[in-house]
């Protein structure tokens, strides 16, 4: 007996105009343990095939390549001794039909100490749709990483201040973050950021936290700017997207419903027509988007990167320069 899905934003009713369906599924999903250097990045796949072209690409792997149902997952998948060769042409067949959002986690924690606490919060925060704060925190994530165990002090007493289930008093949480804070710019950064933050706004924010402001995004929740731009880029600006999602219980009916509104443009309508959750063992579109999602966030050493940019989104959070 399966148990029912969670999660999810399904239309309430016929979806009108140009609409395209996309299957969604990630990799390296690790919840609010951001740092695990185990999983320093998430992968967010989304194809745009139909059932049966999901369903012929999976039947060519398994008597092309002569691998068997369990070998679709990406670790079997790469270890495999034709592995190079299926990745090819796996990736070929995809092109045009998919694309891959990367978080590198560190630097959406960065992204996140702009948004938040340097911006009003809003959860168009991490997107296109907020580009203008990208360079602020590109810098300081740049010069960060030269600091060592003061840059991982600091990002660490971030995930500990604003973890919406904390424990501990907040008073020491805000201490912490401000002493971190003080032995970071005591590397001459110069960064404005580090200067910049205050006290009584991170009181503020924390205290709209604890009381369940549901307007502020979850601080440490990185699928929801990776679904935006997978909605954003799939539709366009022409169309709405209609996803089907593995099931993940971070993409609730309130986030989403926040999240369609905060893509709404100008005419009134969002990109997003809604969200389904599905089971991927009943969803080849699902399960393509799945092995996609897992090949691409593992080493690049088995395949060159000219196959693997194409699908790869622009706007992905991580240092374009990485």
């Known amino acids: 007996m399966r148990s029912p899905l969670q999660g999810g934003l399904p239309p309430t009713g016929a979806v009108a105009g140009a609409v395209v369906e996309i299957a969604c599924d990630e990799s390296g999903f690790s919840g609010s343990n951001l ?120 990002l660490a007493a971030f995930v500990d201040l604003v973890r919406i289930k904390r424990r501990p008093p907040a008073q020491p949480g805000v201490d912490r973050f401000f002493q971190a804070r003080d032995a970071l710019a005591r590397h001459g950064l110069g960064e404005p950021v580090l200067d910049a933050l205050d006290p009584g706004v991170v009181w503020a924010v924390l205290t709209r936290l604890d009381r369940d402001d549901r307007t502020i995004p979850p601080p440490l929740e990185p699928l929801l700017p990776a679904l935006a731009e997978t909605v954003l880029f799939w539709s366009g600006g022409q169309r709405q997207v209609l996803v089907f999602h593995d099931e993940q219980s971070a993409l609730t009916a309130d986030r989403l419903t926040r999240l369609k509104q905060a893509l709404t443009g100008p005419a009134g309508v969002s990109p997003l027509a809604g969200l389904v959750m599905v089971d991927s063992r009943d969803d080849p579109r699902v399960q393509v988007a799945d092995l996609l999602a897992g090949v691409v966030r593992r080493p690049r050493g088995i395949i060159g990167d000219a196959l693997l940019q194409p699908l790869i989104s622009p706007t992905s959070l991580r240092d374009p320069d990485a």
């Open 35 to 154: 740092l695990d250097p185990a999983t320093p990045v998430i992968t967010h796949a989304s194809v745009d095939l139909s059932g049966p072209e999901a369903v012929e690409l999976i039947t060519e792997l398994r008597s092309g390549f002569r691998f068997s149902p369990h070998e679709l997952k990406s670790g079997q998948f790469l270890r495999r001794p034709r592995a190079g060769e299926a990745l090819e042409w796996f990736l070929t067949a995809l092109r045009g039909r998919a694309q891959v959002y990367l978080v590198d986690k560190e630097f959406f924690l960065v992204t996140r100490i702009v948004d938040l606490l340097l911006s009003e919060p809003s959860y168009a925060a991490g997107t296109r749709l907020a580009l203008d704060r990208r360079p602020a925190a590109l810098a300081l994530y740049r010069a960060g990483r030269a600091a060592g165990n003061d840059w991982d002090e600091f």
